[in-house]
């Protein structure tokens, strides 16, 4: 399985950006995918995730509002809109995916994804 993100760049702060993720390969039937981000100096953190179903995705509590993740099952790709970006969301963001069965579910830590991307630098200035 792999996974492939795309997207970063550098921009203004107030602008707006999307990344995207495809997943390629056996990842099973269906997969969850979270969104992660590692700032310079910085631990990984979970920005947002989102079940194979779509629904009631997870979000970091400063990023709700601005960021938007979303997928595309037909085409293997998930997507983080990112608005309203702040120089606080300068980091590597990167994609994982977890197998899961249940199709609703979302999740949450990252010790649960199976398979990680490379990632894409998302650099704001102000």
Do not use: H
């Not at 606080?88 to 249940?102: G, K, L």
């Not at 649960?112 to 490379?118: F, I, L, Q, S």
């Amino acid at each position: 399985v792999q996974l492939q993100a795309s997207g970063g760049g550098l921009v203004q702060a107030g602008d707006s950006l999307r990344i995207s993720c495809v997943v390629s390969g056996r990842t099973g039937t269906t997969y969850a995918v979270g969104w992660f981000r590692q700032a310079l100096g910085k631990e990984r953190e979970l920005v947002a995730a989102i079940s194979w179903g779509g629904g009631r995705p997870y979000y970091k509590e400063s990023v709700k509002g601005r960021f938007a993740i979303s997928r595309d099952n037909a085409k293997n790709e998930v997507y983080l809109q990112m608005n309203d970006l702040k120089p606080e969301d300068t980091a590597v963001y990167s994609c994982a995916a977890a197998p899961i069965r249940d199709p609703g579910l979302v999740v949450i830590t990252s010790y649960e994804y199976d398979y990680w991307g490379r990632g894409t630098l998302v650099t704001v200035y102000s």
